[in-house]
């Protein structure tokens, strides 16, 4: 017998995608780790208010809550954090060091006991990212980043477990990733300077380390005189240093070894992906040395994320799930990583690089029952024609629905989304943000717009003083490319970004009549304020996005929404956190006041991006009804 579906007007689908089941049981995973044959990974749970929590999972397959109920495992050092934690075994037990976002300080947890290490004063704010224990347990390397008066400063540090500071290195503007070789005898880190941004340029460093004395040697740059981006050291051996660097394009692995008291460098094959992600946050892993000749790799082909594996010679590709992270290795052969498939809401998976055989052996939310593979939107990769010539990428998804059909001659509304960054991309896994809407009855474009990750250092370079131009010609003309298709209804087209994406979202609104509404998610809208106001991280990056400040001052008064108003003629909502310190509530107050057609809603506690519960809840549901206000 065929199934029936029910004809529905497309925006108004009865949908399975509650608020409910998006905020409340919908956990996150992120920074998976492991140590023997143990597996380690923070764990955001917005039933608690957002807390995130170390979580372990022995090699019985028992999983354990490792930081008590009262710490909320985060750091704001860079305002966007990460690398708050770090664990190793202790006569076989978890010992975690970890940053607190709520009361700040580093704590010490272990056997069910914690304990203070680094108190946050009133005087001065502390706060410490990148933890990384040492050799022996007896303390950690850390970057640390003090706020006092209008100064911050960024410091790699040493703290023993009785809280003695140590420090390692000062005087550049930004410092990440200190990492101790595995006989102790050398640390490696990079650094940076404004007005260089860590995807712009960036210095690799190696210095000998003294563990008595808690000391470096003569640092050395390892990529002296080049132009590049290189993040993400890792030790194979105490001789085998590597690093991802776009010096040749992308983010590909290179390796240096230690000979004759020289590092060598030596370069990687091309991979055909790339392999990084710009660094906005602490804790980012997209390989793994195996050995001194053979690396494992999260790569990006054509937005899509694959597995890669490295063996002395070539790389070739794996098939093992769907990895969002690259694959830790356990000692038994296993891998374990966070399974983020197209179909399938992302899980914890351990499997067998051999067989790519694999267990998702606990899910970031259960489906409800009898949900149909017909019920999940899966995304089409396609390119289009940009202004120029220029071809850029998206994701495009239909509306789906087991149950819900179109009515006759009728095309579904368009959602198009704009991620943050700008050096942000549209990522394939499973998503709620998307199956919200294509549950319903919405088309959704996701759009990697140019200056996105993923397409190499020239595509991301695109965006270089041209944000609030090309990044706006391409998410009109991917639109335009879908409704040109016959994909979509031409009017019922919708635009939403975040942070900068929400800059995007008002100047295509100002500048196109393909949308009919847009909704700005704690969005830029005036360059200038964001110059003053802005925290040190994100200071000078206008100056590759826009131009250098007060030289460009016209530009940013052309760029910014605000002076654009006046070319506004849909509606508008503006969601925004109170106490967002990237982009200060003051800029959506500003905008809603020259716009006659728009709304603010604010959420008083919230910072840049929403993680509470009933938050998240809420501006979904809001945005849902603005929309369907719109279309009638």
């Known amino acids: 017998m065929v199934n029936q579906k029910k004809l529905f007007s497309t925006g108004h689908w009865p949908s399975w995608v509650t608020p409910e089941l998006v905020a409340g049981k919908n956990i996150s995973f992120s920074e998976i780790k492991t140590v023997q044959n143990w597996v380690f990974w923070l764990e955001g749970r917005p039933e608690e208010n957002g807390r995130s929590v170390v979580v372990g999972r022995s090699p019985e397959g028992n999983m354990f809550d490792l930081t008590p109920p009262e710490r909320k495992v985060g750091t704001r050092v860079h305002e966007y954090g990460g690398g708050a934690w770090d664990v190793r075994l202790k006569n076989n037990i978890p010992e975690v060091i970890y940053s607190d976002s709520k009361e700040g300080g580093v704590w010490l947890s272990f056997d069910n006991k914690t304990k203070n290490i680094i108190k946050n004063e009133d005087k001065n704010e502390k706060r410490y990212a990148d933890l990384k224990w040492d050799n022996v347990g007896k303390g950690f390397f850390c970057i640390k980043e003090l706020h006092k008066e209008n100064i911050v400063e960024s410091t790699i540090f040493y703290i023993s477990l009785e809280g003695q500071e140590t420090v390692l290195d000062k005087g550049n503007d930004f410092y990440a990733a200190p990492r101790l070789s595995p006989d102790g005898k050398y640390l490696a880190w990079f650094t940076w300077n404004n007005p260089e941004m860590p995807w712009t340029v960036t210095q690799l460093y190696v210095a000998s380390f003294s563990s008595e004395k808690k000391t470096l040697g003569s640092a050395i740059c390892l990529n002296f005189g080049k132009t590049c981006s290189i993040i993400e050291p890792r030790w194979a051996d105490e001789k085998t240093l590597y690093a991802t660097s776009d010096e040749n394009g992308r983010w590909t692995p290179v390796r240096f070894t230690h000979q004759n008291e020289e590092w060598v460098k030596d370069n990687l094959p091309d991979a055909g992906a790339e392999i990084g992600l710009p660094h906005w946050v602490f804790g980012q892993r997209t390989y793994v040395p195996l050995t001194d000749s053979k690396i494992i790799a999260l790569g990006i082909e054509n937005g899509l994320n694959k597995t890669f594996l490295y063996c002395g010679k070539e790389w070739k590709k794996i098939n093992l799930g769907a990895p969002f992270n690259v694959p830790e290795p356990l000692e038994n052969g296993m891998f374990a990583w966070i399974d983020t498939p197209e179909n399938a809401p992302p899980a914890l998976a351990l499997g067998d690089l051999e067989t790519g055989k694999f267990d998702r052996f606990k899910v970031s939310v259960r489906l409800p029952d009898g949900i149909m593979p017909d019920d999940i939107s899966i995304p089409k990769p396609i390119t289009f024609t940009t202004k120029g010539g220029i071809e850029a990428y998206a994701l495009f998804y239909a509306p789906t629905s087991s149950k819900y059909s179109l009515i006759e001659n009728e095309k579904p509304p368009l959602v198009v989304i704009v991620h943050g960054g700008p050096t942000g991309r549209s990522n394939p896994g499973f998503a709620f943000k998307v199956q919200w809407w294509t549950s319903r009855g919405f088309a959704v474009l996701d759009v990697n717009y140019r200056g996105s990750t993923g397409f190499g250092r020239k595509y991301r370079e695109l965006l270089d003083g041209e944000w609030g131009v090309a990044d706006v010609e391409d998410c009109i003309a991917g639109a335009q490319a879908v409704i040109d298709q016959g994909w979509v209804d031409p009017k019922r087209c919708v635009i939403r970004g975040s942070s900068a994406g929400g800059l995007t979202v008002l100047s295509a609104l100002a500048q196109s009549s393909v949308f009919v509404a847009g909704t700005s998610l704690y969005g830029v809208t005036d360059l200038r304020a964001l110059v003053a106001e802005t925290h040190k991280f994100e200071a000078r990056y206008l100056d590759s996005l826009i131009g250098p400040y007060p030289e460009k ?44 057609d728009s709304s603010l809603h604010i959420y008083p506690e919230e910072g840049h991006g929403f993680r509470e519960k009933e938050v998240i809840e809420d501006a979904l549901v809001r945005e849902l009804n603005f929309y369907q206000s719109v279309f009638k």
């Not at 654009?564 to 006041?593: C, R, T, Y």
Request: proline share 7%; glycine share 4%; no cysteine.
């Open 553 to 596: 001052e016209q530009v940013y008064v052309k760029r910014s929404p605000l002076t654009q108003a006046d070319k506004i003629n849909v509606p508008v909502l503006f969601l925004h956190g109170g106490n967002d310190k990237v982009v200060p509530l003051s800029q959506a107050e500003l905008m809603k006041e020259k716009l006659k």
